[in-house]
């Protein structure tokens, strides 16, 4: 299991190594699954339960770490804490250069909620994860009343089970592509922003949802999918109705591929339809789209889909590409594919526990963040929750939607008093950044302005507007490289001297910045890597790459001597030396340690 002295880790699934690269405030990439129990929910309890779970589920503990050619995931000793909710649903859990687990575990009155980045499970891993929570809570709140202790998965299941990467099994060559996609309509409107995301919550009846989509020979899925297109093109101008609405519907490929991974194994749809400019019936639309549904919702399409995926990430040049390539690659390829959809349409199934647990439980339900609208839908016994998640601020869709469901019959009964009074997120150090952001800026156009009118013959203005540039930058990379001291240091190695380099060629090269701040920047930086291991007393995981980092940088003064472009042979001399020890002694006394952290840095 993941009880390994040294440091366990494993490749990214083929579906996760997007969100990493792509996560951001705006789209935090963050699931919420949460369970509404029928009492006020008890925090000792609950952390019990948690610590309990992570027992069996023990593929959570794990922090993402950057290599040079993809993020990995790496074992962790950090250990999950429960709190009361405070804070707006899925903010940020993966935040960069913070080693920090991807999920949260948080309760507010009568309700648990689990949320989770999902680059480290989806919807079927966080739903299964949650069931064994809940049941271990109950177990323990109600110790008395002799509840089963059931288990959701095989007995026999592993730790290996639990990471198996689906994609890669059932990978094989694909077929051609299929032809170009047409731009569908797009939702425009003023958003939210940060840790505003919009919430409506409707609670419906599973039999009689069932019933009125079996009225129409179709799925729940395939109805609710026509009534949300029907919602959106209420909101459609007559110009705009040139475009299709389409949305994407995730689907589990376990139901068509066999696996007991607790990692991503989703592959979608895109089921769209093109509204006429005249009259049109919604027994048209729901035809169209159960058309669509038989026709991609095969083990072969699914399949096909799957593989054109894996493919990209096969390919021998995209793999040995660097990482920071890679991403602005994934960026750029999530801006040109955001027209493909209008929004998004999850059903996350049915959520069933034993008969005995029952009586406990109100309700299940499912929402995430997204940069569009996102539907999200479970059920549990009889009770149907209907989530939506959007980022603009008006909520005419959701309101077509459940006034489309009351036209059928079907009420929706709007859930309140869902979360904790809104409060805005408050970020430490940001207010001082920007206001020494301003400063610079100020006195570089303060120098500029008395430069013009007093001394206009001279440009001693460009020399303040450079150190002020070069003060800002030597912030800036602190600030935003704050969550990791090491590589905030290795940055600093590579930047100060660099900017002094600048520096000294501008002002008629003298020499001083090889000569002098190059080898003792690279010793102060490593002197305090050296003070900030023992301090933080950090794992020989966390620190092993940005040794050898300044290591290598360490060197450079003594080869630029070599090579006659430094002349001061004391500093130089000195500064490779110690450089080449620290090197020497990783090898020596950490060499397992040393070539461990490179495989797993360098894996493509």
Not at 74 to 91: A, G, I, R, Y
Not at 174 to 186: A, C, D, E, I, N
Not at 362 to 380: A, W, Y
Not at 453 to 474: D, E, H, N, Q
Request: proline fraction near 4%; charge should be positive.
């Amino acid at each position: 299991m993941f009880g390994s002295k040294r440091a366990h880790w494993r490749k990214l699934d083929n579906a996760a190594k997007i969100f990493p690269a792509t996560s951001n405030k705006k789209d935090t990439r963050v699931f919420r699954f949460y369970c509404e129990l029928k009492e006020p929910v008890e925090g000792k309890a609950l952390q019990a339960a948690l610590d309990k779970t992570m027992e069996k589920y023990p593929v959570f503990l794990s922090v993402m770490r950057k290599g040079l050619f993809w993020y990995y995931l790496e074992k962790s000793e950090l250990k999950p804490v429960v709190k009361e909710e405070s804070e707006p649903p899925c903010l940020n859990l993966y935040i960069r250069d913070r080693k920090t687990l991807l999920f949260q575990v948080n309760y507010y009155k009568t309700r648990i909620n689990f949320e989770v980045f999902h680059a480290l499970t989806d919807g079927t891993g966080a739903i299964q994860f949650l069931k064994e929570l809940v049941k271990n809570y109950l177990l323990i709140r109600h110790e008395a009343d002799g509840l089963p202790d059931v288990s959701f998965t095989e007995e026999d299941m592993t730790l290996q089970d639990q990471e198996s990467d689906g994609f890669a099994k059932y990978y094989k060559k694909p077929k051609k592509g299929s032809g170009k996609k047409v731009h569908s309509f797009q939702l425009s409107g003023a958003r939210t922003g940060y840790g505003s995301l919009n919430i409506t919550e409707g609670l419906v009846s599973c039999r009689a949802l069932l019933g009125k989509a079996k009225e129409y020979g179709v799925s729940m899925t395939v109805f609710l999918t026509a009534v949300f297109l029907c919602a959106v093109h209420e909101e459609m101008s007559r110009r705009q109705r040139k475009k299709p609405v389409v949305l994407m519907v995730p689907v589990n490929l376990r139901k068509y591929f066999p696996s007991s991974s607790m990692l991503n194994f989703f592959g979608w749809i895109e089921p769209g339809y093109l509204f006429p400019e005249e009259e049109y019936s919604f027994g048209d639309v729901v035809e169209s789209v159960k058309a669509y549904f038989k026709e991609e919702l095969t083990k072969d399409r699914l399949g096909q889909r799957m593989s054109s995926l894996m493919s990209l990430e096969q390919n021998p040049l995209l793999r040995i590409a660097p990482l920071e390539i890679k991403n602005l690659g994934m960026q750029l390829g999530v801006q040109l594919a955001k027209d493909d959809v209008t929004a998004i349409f999850s059903n996350l199934g049915v959520v069933s526990l034993p008969r005995e647990y029952v009586p406990y439980i109100r309700r299940f339900g499912v929402f995430t963040s997204t940069p569009k609208i996102e539907l999200s839908m479970c059920s549990f016994e009889d009770d149907l929750v209907l989530s939506f998640a959007s980022c603009f601020q008006d909520q005419n869709i959701e309101r077509n939607f459940f006034r489309i469901l009351k036209g059928f019959g079907l009420e929706a009964e709007l859930l309140e008093d869902r979360f904790p009074a809104k409060k805005t997120p408050e970020y430490k150090g940001l207010r001082f950044f920007q206001w020494f952001s301003f400063s610079c800026i100020a006195a570089a156009c303060a120098a500029v302005m008395v430069n013009l009118i007093f001394t206009p013959s001279l440009r001693w203005s460009v020399y303040v507007i450079g150190g002020a540039l070069s003060m800002w930058l030597a912030l800036a990379l602190g600030f935003f490289k704050r969550h990791n001291l090491l590589k905030n240091a290795v940055w600093q190695m590579l930047l100060l001297p660099a900017v002094c380099v600048i520096w000294d060629l501008c002002t008629g090269w003298h020499g001083w910045s090889v000569d002098y701040v190059l080898p003792a920047v690279c010793m102060l930086i490593q002197l305090s890597m050296l003070i900030i291991t023992k301090v933080q007393k950090l794992p020989v995981q966390e620190y092993m790459i940005y040794y050898i980092l300044a290591g290598l940088i360490g060197l450079l003064p003594a080869l630029l001597l070599a090579l006659g472009a430094a002349q001061v042979v004391y500093l130089s001399v000195l500064c490779g030396g110690i450089s080449f020890l620290m090197l020497t002694g990783l090898l020596i006394f950490k060499s397992r340690d040393m070539f461990t952290e490179l495989y797993k840095k360098l894996h493509f």
